[in-house]
């Protein structure tokens, strides 16, 4: 902008001088006598070409490109304005590519490349640990390992979590509140400035003493709960009873474990009292170095709370994001070569349009040259108008990739990444889009550029514009380019297919289970609530009767761990009298009898439990199919004896029931239901009474004469009259939302209909540019089929002249495209899982290209074969 | 015989071109008519006509100075820092464009002066080798 006033400022300065110089002449051969008419003229002979003289005198400055651009600028709009047709479908093309691959990179962008507000967050890590087989476990330390933590060589600090849903007691129904206890330093160690007020300091939780009582609020609780309040500090919020003075509310993107309120921890020296660590290395300590260190250190730890860690492991510092790098980042990947492909297609599109037109300015380009414009000058030029062009493309784009992010944003699997990520059309990404657009006009302008400044110039002076056929250059270029784009389309019209496949067959598997009309209602218990065995087995099984109760209740049953289709908890287990191996583990589950009724899960042999034997915590199993098809082949699985030698109690938080850790006895089979999500095969499980083992929470289940979460009121109520504090989980939702919160179910969602949409517009693309070219073809030999036809050819025969000429074009682009994606096929498999590129796949995939180019071609060859020769001869 | 002083971007032939013949025309160096620019602007400031009309006066009326060579050469040593514009008001109060020599530009005339004169002794030197030898 500045340079703009410079240079503006610099030509009216020019200007000026000039008119001084030939008024000072003017003026001196006035005084010599001559009339002021013929001083003038003189004076103004005596200077020169003034333009000229100008342009000189700027090119010192350097000026002269920027005014190239401006003209060529001007006159690229100019173009632009005359042909909308050519215009329009240009920039939508374009506008499709950028549109779609901005809104994919701002996702890129959000959750790889810029997740964090926190600084320097490379430098903290979690602490997880691997066992021999499965995925790294997260490791929970007391509070003097902690101490002993911060201490060593390769930390910089050590903060300490813990989180526990709490309630707000000023409401008529007590409303869930996820609060998020951080260590004194927590705010320091993330090191994010808070939005209003301050976050936690040291001062709230004194060494020895209990916390104060202060919160800061989450941003978005903030906003759901006091409508954004910019008056909130100093007020005070009541949960469980307990009064807060509120001091701060964070930024919108310190979301650190979702909290909506954190509070001051004081770390306690019980040793059961186990808290989530967090961690920042010291500048310049790798992972490799830190982790060697910690490798001995934790291994310590275990041998102090053994029931915190698997037995044997290996310590893997994980970064913040690796999790979800993981979950995450083959589909972005995906998702951004699919687009890109769409933009190639479309700048395909583009190229074929220019090419076209520039045949139709080869007399304007003639003209160009032979007055004197460089070869460089002209490329120069119609490169300007491609900018032009993919600039327009841009801006639309980006009104499109606004639509195109929400999206995005909302079929994200929910908990595949990082909740800080900000998923927007951000600086970052605009600047993307920019040097998209000039990339763009590169590519699709490079080319049509190139040919049409080259112009032969007697031929086209010379020619009569009159032409029986047009030249074979052109219509080579245009054969590649189709070619290119039937191949581009193919390969992102079987990815499609191959996603779509997996996530149809993803929803039609079966799931063992009725899930219709059955929901599940979360029940955190309070800290310090019902903390011996008989108590919280009473209390749960008092709030279960009391939602039984509920008219619209159909049945209703426990299901602490046990809500399908991922369920259960992964534990080791031995059967008695056979030699247990180190990997094998079952998903336990533990559940009241009406938990098979209500999931309509169906007793294959043997028995279910009595209410008696669960009061007293009888230990009985029941166990899936798989579990009996596996483990106890003989059909000996009832009366076998199952032994769970991980299950131990840790009170006042896990209650178990005696000798949980001694021989159940096998007492039944049910049959099989998903329990490993959609995708993976069942796994072994079995289901214990809920009495065994109850932690801070369970579940109930609730099948309904009508719609589920129409009841949940109600149920919330009968809740409420139980404990008027206890509030039921926000996450209550129906099973049919259960599934489709499953990751594997929101990512094959997420690729399935990007993918497809995407894949449906690269068709459409395709379809655009040759019915482009075929056009353009049948127009440019207009003379030659008016001559054909005049000489007896059939309208048939023009037909399959005009498909001829295509067809071969579409062929080798099918041949190319199937085998590029059967190149690409691996890759395909590797992100899209539980699926690859199969026969059917391909042929539907081949036929709907050839349907579509059919089409596309149908319509100008039409034309072409109902010319009337007449006027075709005398046709310009 | 006036010698127009300059040298010419190629362009076209324009009807006033007609009027100086092109073999009358002393073609220079383009250092040279920088180095004549530097030294008016010595005497004092002065605008783009007024450097043309000195170096018309100075050269006895033999250097006429080409508009379309002086106006590139002043911006072109504006931009280098070697002479200073400044816009004054005139007696007949009009904007004018000043230009004066900066302290850079001063070093410059001088480096100019010693590479000229040594030009001017070298060609002196093969155009009169005689003489050279008689002066041991």
Redesign the interface.
């Given at each position: 902008m500045k340079q703009w006033w410079n240079w503006r400022k610099r030509e009216t300065?020019?200007e000026?001088?000039?008119q001084?110089?030939l008024?000072?002449?003017a003026t001196e051969r006035g005084e010599r006598g001559a009339s002021p008419q013929d001083a003038a003229s003189a004076a103004r002979?005596?200077?020169?070409?003034v333009p000229?003289?100008?342009e000189?005198?700027?090119?010192?400055?350097g000026w002269t490109w920027l005014e190239d651009l401006c003209e060529d600028a001007q006159y690229g709009i100019r173009m632009l304005q005359k042909n909308p047709g050519f215009t329009a479908v240009a920039v939508l093309s374009l506008a499709l590519g950028i549109g779609a691959t901005t809104a994919v990179f701002s996702a890129v962008y959000g959750v790889l490349m810029n997740p964090y507000p926190y600084p320097k967050s490379d430098r903290m890590v979690h602490l997880t640990v691997q066992e021999t087989i499965g995925e790294p476990l997260f490791i929970n330390l007391n509070g003097p390992q902690l101490q002993q933590l911060r201490h060593a060589a390769s930390i910089e600090s050590v903060a300490a979590m813990d989180s526990w849903d709490l309630t707000t007691t000023e409401g008529d129904l007590p409303e869930d509140v996820q609060a998020v206890y951080l260590t004194s330093n927590g705010f320091d160690l993330l090191g994010v400035p808070t939005l209003l007020g301050r976050g936690l300091l040291p001062s709230d939780a004194p060494e020895g003493q209990d916390p104060e009582a202060v919160a800061v609020l989450g941003y978005k609780f903030w906003q759901r709960h006091y409508n954004g309040d910019p008056n909130i500090v100093g007020k005070k919020i009541q949960l469980v009873h307990k009064t807060y003075e509120i001091v701060g509310v964070t930024r919108p993107r310190f979301t650190w474990g979702d909290g909506e309120v954190y509070l001051p921890l004081k770390l306690t020296a019980d040793p059961v009292r186990a808290y989530f660590p967090m961690t920042r290395l010291k500048p310049g300590v790798t992972r490799a170095a830190a982790t060697a260190e910690l490798q001995p250190l934790l291994e310590e730890f275990a041998k102090q709370t053994p029931t915190h860690f698997p037995k044997h492991f290996r310590v893997t510092l994980a970064g913040l994001n690796d999790h979800f790098v993981e979950r995450i980042g083959g589909t972005l990947s995906l998702l951004l070569a699919a687009v890109g492909l769409l933009l190639l297609i479309g700048c395909g599109n583009v190229s074929i349009l220019l090419l076209a037109r520039g045949t139709a300015r080869q007399h304007e380009m003639a003209v160009r040259a032979a007055i004197g414009a460089g070869r460089s000058r002209i490329v120069r030029q119609l490169l300007t108008e491609a900018l032009m062009l993919s600039l327009c493309g841009a801006a639309l784009g980006v009104a499109l990739a606004y639509g195109l992010v929400q999206v995005i944003v909302n079929w994200l699997p929910e908990f595949s990444f990082p909740h800080e990520a900000a998923i927007t059309i951000n600086l970052p990404v605009l600047y993307f889009s920019i040097a998209l657009a000039l990339l763009t006009a590169i590519v699709f302008g490079i080319s049509p550029a190139l040919q049409s400044a080259r112009p032969n110039l007697s031929a086209v002076m010379q020619a009569n514009t009159r032409k029986l056929t047009a030249g074979v250059r052109g219509r080579r270029t245009h054969g590649v380019l189709i070619a290119g784009q039937i191949a581009l389309t193919l390969l992102l019209l079987a990815g499609a297919g191959v996603a779509m496949e997996a996530f149809v067959r993803m929803i039609r598997v079966n799931l063992g289970y009725d899930q219709r009309n059955v929901m599940s209602v979360g029940i955190p218990v309070h800290d310090n609530t019902y903390t011996t065995w008989e108590a919280r087995g009473t209390y749960f099984r008092q709030l279960l009767r009391k939602v039984s109760e509920l008219p619209e209740v159909v049945s209703a049953g426990l299901s602490t761990n046990a809500t399908p289709p991922n369920n259960g908890w992964q534990t080791r287990f031995e059967i008695s009298g056979k030699p247990a191996g180190e990997e094998q583990r079952l998903r336990l589950n533990f559940v009241t009898p009406e938990y098979f009724i209500v999931l309509r899960i169906s007793l294959l042999q043997g028995r279910i439990w009595y209410e008696s034997e669960q009061m007293r915590g009888a230990k009985l199993a029941l166990i899936n199919q798989t579990m009996a098809r596996k483990y106890f082949p003989n059909g000996d699985a009832i009366g076998g004896q199952i032994r769970l030698p991980e299950m131990k109690g840790e009170p006042p938080f896990q209650l178990a029931a005696p000798e949980s850790d001694g021989w159940f006895q096998v007492i039944g089979i049910v049959s099989d239901a998903r329990n490993d999500g959609l995708r993976n095969p069942i796994l072994p499980s079995a289901y214990v009474p809920y009495s065994i083992m109850m932690p801070m929470f369970t579940q109930i289940l609730v099948r309904t004469s009508v719609p589920p979460l129409a009841v949940l009121h109600a149920v919330r109520e009968r809740i409420h009259a139980v404990d008027s504090d206890q509030q039921a989980g926000r996450n209550a939702r129906d099973l049919e939302s259960w599934i489709q919160h499953e990751p594997e179910w929101e990512q094959g969602h997420l690729v399935a209909t990007l993918f497809g949409g995407f894949a449906i517009l690269a068709l459409a693309l395709a379809a655009t540019g040759l019915y482009s070219v075929i056009s353009y073809a049948v127009s440019q030999r207009t003379s030659e089929f008016g001559i054909r036809m005049a000489l007896g050819a059939m309208r048939r025969d023009l037909l399959l002249i005009v498909f001829r000429s295509a067809a071969l074009n579409v062929v080798c682009g099918l041949l190319a495209g199937a085998a590029l994606t059967g190149i690409l096929n691996g890759v395909l498999g590797r992100w899209i899982q539980g699926s690859s590129l199969n026969v059917p796949i391909l042929l539907g995939v081949v036929f709907l290209l050839v349907a579509t180019s059919a089409l596309s071609c149908f319509v100008p060859a039409r034309r072409a074969s109902s010319i009337d020769p007449i006027v075709a001869l005398r046709y310009e | 015989m006036v010698y127009m002083v300059g040298y010419r971007r190629s362009i076209a032939i324009l009807p006033e071109e007609k009027l100086v013949p092109y073999q009358n025309r002393m073609e220079l160096l383009q250092g040279t008519l920088d180095l004549l620019i530097l030294q008016t602007l010595m005497w004092g400031p002065r605008h783009g006509y007024g450097i043309a009309q000195a170096i018309r006066a100075n050269s006895g009326e033999l250097l006429q100075v080409d508009a379309g060579s002086l106006y590139p050469a002043l911006h072109r040593l504006e931009k280098k820092k070697w002479i200073g514009a400044e816009w004054k008001v005139s007696e007949n109060k009009q904007d004018v464009k000043v230009y004066k020599l900066t302290a850079a530009g001063r070093k410059r005339l001088t480096q100019e002066r010693t590479r000229w004169e040594q030009i001017t002794d070298a060609i002196a030197g093969v155009l009169n080798p005689a003489k050279k030898e008689n002066q041991p």
């Open positions: 300065e020019l000026k001088e000039i001084h110089h008024q000072m002449a002979r005596e200077f020169g070409n000229l003289v100008k000189a005198a700027r090119d010192a400055w | -």
